[in-house]
């Protein structure tokens, strides 16, 4: 099938990618939320197809960047504390640090990075998901490629605790919503996967998982498809 991986042997077979010549040279960001929903099977399923993408485009000339996102604080969060400390003042805006991870940059190959995000441990937190569009788009318009992927792995909704408790639920919606509507109207390729169906809610080209282990083979037909879509370079 059109878009399937084989892993036996180590191999790596994606006719979907490796069969497709391009007209203009592309580069991929692979956007991953690392909040504590993401912990586990789903995470550990991400890894895997993200791994074998990588290899997969490295070996059609394609280069790549892999990218985490999440929170810095749990319960012991100093900004929420310092929040509540000054009173409680209305509209404080974002009140958890980030942690934007790169694991690999465009210019190094996977064989360097690889170890940086497989043996990463589980992490904590939450996810602030405009932000983190908002940074992983600004580094790829900075790459010299005309056509500029971005896939981002999701478990659906933007949520810190902290921060909806202070600003309402709706902050960081209505923030991805506008970072999502900025960044499709430009010339970057973007696109969601996700288990559930949060992520339909905020992106036009969204793929629901009904089940975690079918991230891989929606990747890899998913990236075929952004790496020839007319319309855009």
Known sequence: REGATDTKNGGIKNTAVA???????????LLLDQS????GLPMMLTLQAVDLAVQALEACGIRTEVLGFGTRFGADNPLHLRWQAAGCPPGPGRLNALRHSVYK???LPWRRCRHLLMYQPDTDGENIDGEALEWAAS???RQPEPRKVLVV???GNPYDEAT????????LENHLHDTVARIEAGTVHLAAIGVGQGVTRYYRNALVLQHAEQVGEVLFEHLGGLLTRPGLP
């Not at 504590?36 to 912990?39: C, L, N, V």
């Not at 909806?164 to 902050?171: D, I, P, Q, W």
């Open 164 to 171: 909806v408790s202070a600003n309402g639920r709706s902050y």
């Open 153 to 155: 792995f999701s478990d």
């Open 36 to 39: 504590g929903s993401m912990r």
């Open 19 to 29: 069969t497709t010549t391009l007209q203009n040279a592309a580069c991929v960001t």
């Open 105 to 107: 940059p465009a210019r």
């Open 139 to 141: 580094r790829l318009l």
